[in-house]
């Protein structure tokens, strides 16, 4: 497998970073959710999909670092979710060695489906709330589907969200656990993806960057979230998301 960075410019590389993920950070900055969709159905334009799915790592695991840093009660979050934590490690250390066999037909099939699905679960009211499981169950059971999922496609945040709205958990709560669970599953992706040259030493400095950025974006979303229509902005996305996610997958077929 080559890493795709040779067609690139490494300069023009750094700007495509640096845009992608400032306006990444500001949509996570807004609605919470959407850095790492939006970070690779951007990067997708200008190199194959498995490229972005390593240079889409670093700001993931940086942005989804400060947001479990500005968490509250870091040992109750930790205790409370273990068996999801211990679930999504495994599964993602089997899945993410396998990103490079499957090639880049499927996994941009695997990933405009996953975004299709999740455009769908985010425009309509589904209700989660009479799923009836234990609760360590439950975690099991989305921790392992966001594991299989995440380890080839980088968007693991699906299962998450599903979960979350089964716990019927505040918006607050919501960004804490789902900043903890995307931050765990990307040290085992790290290892996968590293092993398989799927993110190299090349990328560092472009991750990097795309992190900075990524921060920057969250902050100044943070600040505008109550100055926009949440909803008409979640909709322009959400229409983004779907052209995108069908882009990609008849690329692939055709």
């Given amino acids: 497998f080559e890493v795709d960075l040779e067609s690139i410019n490494y300069q023009e590389l750094l700007y495509i970073m640096s845009a992608t993920y400032f306006f990444a950070g500001i949509i996570k900055g807004i609605i919470g959710i959407g850095l790492p969709t939006t970070g690779m159905a951007i990067l997708c334009f200008f190199v ?12 993931m695991l940086i942005s989804n670092l400060w947001q479990f840093y500005r968490a509250d009660n870091h040992l109750k979050i930790i205790k409370e979710y273990k068996y999801f934590v211990i ?16 090639g880049n037909q499927a996994v941009s099939i695997l990933f405009g489906s996953m975004v299709l699905l999740f455009v769908i679960t985010n425009s309509f009211s ?6 009836t499981m234990g ?3 439950l975690q099991i059971v989305f921790g392992g589907l966001s594991g299989l999922i995440g380890g080839v496609t980088s968007l693991w945040a699906l299962p998450i ?17 789902s900043g903890f669970f995307i931050l765990m599953g990307c040290f085992p992706v790290f290892l996968g993806y590293f092993s398989t040259d799927v993110i190299t030493i090349d990328m560092f400095k472009f991750g990097i960057a795309g992190a900075i950025f990524a921060l920057l974006g969250f902050y100044i979303g943070e600040k505008i979230r109550g100055k926009i229509q949440k909803e008409l902005f979640k909709k322009l996305l959400l229409g983004f998301f779907t052209f995108v996610a069908l882009k990609m997958i008849s690329d692939s077929i055709i």
Wanted: proline share 6%; aromatic share 16%; net charge positive.
């Fill in 48 to 59: 194959n999909p498995i490229t972005a799915l390593g240079l889409n790592l670093i700001p």
């Fill in 87 to 102: 679930s999504i490690i495994v599964f993602l250390l089997f899945s993410s060695f396998f990103a490079v066999e499957i």
């Fill in 126 to 131: 589904f209700s989660f709330k009479n799923i």
């Fill in 161 to 177: 969200t599903i979960y979350l709205f089964i716990k019927d958990v505040s918006p607050k709560q919501f960004v804490d656990a």
């Fill in 135 to 137: 609760d360590k169950k």
